[in-house]
Nanobody, 124 residues
């Protein structure tokens, strides 16, 4: 099993930056792909960014050029650096792990078998 704990969510101003962290524990070496998703009230959960175990990275068009996903394997921690924040980035952000296969587009909720509890980001 893999346990995921997000942190770093906060309230911020448009144009500002935040960095989210996701601490992984358990059988982390079995994760082929890790990702960030987000969900706003009344909307479906959407993929933001993902990183495969081979380092391949993909971003949603809505965050491309503003967000950066990275992973520190020594610390078993996934990060999401969010710059040039917009009010539409307001959402609960979730970390997810896929221990079954590498991720291929599109970034899809059913592909991930482990999830964190989420961390709230509010941009005004």
């Amino acid at each position: 099993d893999v346990q995921l704990v997000e942190s770093g969510g906060d309230s911020g101003q448009a144009g500002g930056s935040l960095r989210l962290s996701c601490a992984a524990s358990g059988s982390t070496q079995s994760s082929y792909c890790m990702a960030w998703f987000r969900q706003s009230p009344g909307k479906e959960r959407e993929g933001v960014a993902r990183i495969n175990s081979d380092g391949n990275i993909r971003y949603a068009d809505s965050v491309k050029g503003r967000f950066t996903i990275s992973k520190d394997n020594a610390k078993d921690t996934l990060y999401l650096q969010m710059d040039s924040l917009k009010p539409e980035d307001t959402a609960m952000y979730f970390c997810a792990a896929n221990t079954q296969t590498v991720c291929v587009p599109p970034l899809s909720v059913p592909d991930f078998n482990y999830w964190g509890q989420g961390t709230q980001v509010t941009v005004s």
